[in-house]
């Protein structure tokens, strides 16, 4: 009887370790897609434009930059629209720089307010909304 036991606490830990496994590849291959958006620029601050149209009274002294690789952000974004019915409402969780250049995460909904003729002529213009994960008082609205 006894080795029944350990057979099946065996088994129940096999199966626990390759659901961790399982969940572990999944949210990593989530991050790395993150970081795929989002690349460091390191590029001399002098470098910055200073364009009348983009002049400021006030500018930090201290930043980081960021550049956004935009087609994927956009995958994820639509990835929510395609293939959603109305009753359902789908969600993803994607990363975003904030004031102090940290990463924060968020969970983005679509928040689209067109009528849903206008909507048909122009599917690739979408609204979307995001709560803060990593600051639950943050939000989030953009556009694509």
Not at 48 to 68: G, W
């Amino acid at each position: 009887m006894s080795s029944c036991k350990k057979s099946s606490s065996l088994t129940n830990y096999i199966a626990l370790l390759t659901l961790f496994v399982g969940l572990m590849t999944v949210f990593t291959s989530n991050v790395s897609a993150q970081e795929n958006v989002w690349t460091a620029n390191y590029e001399r601050r002098e470098n910055i434009s200073k364009h009348k149209a983009v002049q400021r009274n006030s500018f930090p002294t201290e930043f980081k930059l960021f550049d956004l690789n935009a087609a994927p952000l956009r995958q994820q974004l639509f990835s929510i629209v395609d293939g959603q019915d109305a009753a359902r409402q789908g969600s993803i969780v994607i990363s975003i720089p904030n004031a102090d250049g940290e990463i924060e995460l968020f969970e983005v909904f679509e928040a689209s307010n067109f009528e849903p003729e206008l909507q048909a002529r122009f599917p690739g213009i979408r609204a979307f909304s995001g709560r803060g994960i990593t600051d639950q008082f943050a939000t989030l609205k953009l556009s694509f």
